[in-house]
């Protein structure tokens, strides 16, 4: 089946360094690639997507690169602020309608930045 | 605008009782979804909804999980008998549907104790 690997965390980084973020999948088929971010106390929300090989999805100052080849999906951020601190999940789902559409996650890897 | 809402947002219960946990999506939206996410572990999926068709309860741990949906309304998720591994926070999602309307809205979840 379906399944999401994160690098292990937690992650601790000083205001302005750079962040990447492993993630790898597996999958049958084209599936849609997510990177959803859970901030203190709040709930979870989509930080970006990238629906086919190749797109880069960005937001936020995050950026990550849908690699078919090394079925790949880094999150990397070239200066991070504390406001960025959070619990970070990447994810997949099929493209198409119906079940494939549920989400399959990582375990999540928490994001602590320091002033 | 509303977002999803999910209710309780806590919830304690003694092992061996039933719980029911309440769900309500973003207006017109057609796709529901439950996961569960326990300490240290990434999302899982649980059980889908899509409009009038048979929900893919796939992702449901036992027979004591089940959830209903009228219409594309208001969805409940019971567990009954309740084990002390049912402890976890379960999320509900709602998206639109359909292959251009895959991004899931989260609601805050409700935390779920089982002692």
């Known amino acids: 089946g379906d399944s999401v690997t994160q690098m292990e965390g937690p992650v601790t980084l000083s205001e302005e360094a750079f962040l990447t973020i492993n993630c790898t999948y597996t999958a049958t088929g084209y599936p849609s690639l997510f990177w959803y971010v859970q901030y203190p106390g709040e709930g979870l929300q989509l930080l970006l997507k990238a629906t086919k090989a190749d797109d880069k999805g960005s937001n936020k100052g995050f950026e990550a690169t849908y690699r078919k080849e090394t079925t790949s999906f880094h999150l990397e951020k070239g200066s991070v602020q504390v406001s960025d601190s959070a619990v970070y999940f990447c994810a997949l789902s099929g493209r198409q309608t119906g079940a494939n559409s549920k989400l399959t996650f990582g375990k999540g890897i928490t994001l602590s930045v320091r002033p | 605008g509303a977002g999803v809402s999910q209710s309780p947002s806590n919830k304690v219960t003694e092992k061996g009782k039933d719980v029911e946990l309440r769900c309500d999506p973003i207006?017109?939206?057609?796709?529901l979804y439950w996961y569960r996410q326990r300490l240290g572990q990434g999302l899982e999926f649980l059980i889908y909804f899509q409009g009038n068709s048979a929900p893919d309860k796939s992702g449901l741990p036992s027979d004591r999980f089940s959830a209903e949906r009228t219409g594309e309304s208001v969805s409940t998720l019971t567990i009954q008998r309740t084990q002390q591994e049912d402890s976890a926070v379960y999320l509900c999602?709602?998206?639109?549907?359909?292959?251009?309307?895959?991004?899931?809205?989260f609601g805050p979840g409700t935390r779920l104790t089982v002692l």
């Open positions: 999602a709602s998206s639109l549907g359909g292959v251009l309307g895959n991004e899931q809205f």
């Open positions: 207006s017109g939206h057609t796709a």
